[in-house]
């Protein structure tokens, strides 16, 4: 009798203890904006936040001007900041792969050993842009101007939080005084 007692028992025990299955956060596919363009894109954008990296670390008032290369294949990346007294200069190159696909860049700098993949996310000519890789290690958030409205700020966030980009890990970046 004690035999059939344990065996129900234990069923209820192995069920209740059953690993409870993990379910992902359902994400969109990372997409990129068609409206993004070479003409537009051209110019002085300020960044509002991004995920930091060493080489940015303390970096205030940042900027990227991208401007076309005298041989027209490639823009040309000058990426500038100001940490304490001093200002941080680099320059690297963007290409496009394809000719067809502008919104998605391969960006390198002399002193990075590797280049990057950096998506255009979503473009608003003459305001904003969200640029992203596609493996989740940059984002940032860029302006034409040195602020960007709460509104468009956190409708950047919710897109990029769409496609699981962890805005948690965005600092940003302070752009008083520049």
Known sequence: MKKFLFLPILFLVFTACKDEE????????????????????????????????????????TTATYTLAPEGDAVIVLNQ????????IIEGQATQPDPEDFTKLIVSFPSVPFPGNYWILEF???????????????LFVLSRTPTLSDAIYQSMLDKAESMCFDTTRLAKTNQTGC
């Open 22 to 61: 993990v379910l992902e956060p359902a994400c969109d596919d990372i997409t990129t904006d068609a409206r993004a363009n070479l003409d537009e894109f051209l110019g002085v954008w300020h960044e509002i936040s991004t995920i930091p990296e060493p080489w940015n670390t303390g970096c205030m008032c």
């Open 124 to 138: 608003e000519a003459g305001s904003h842009m969200l640029v992203g890789s596609p493996d989740f290690n940059n």
């Open 81 to 88: 900041c100001d940490v304490e007294d001093r200002q941080v």
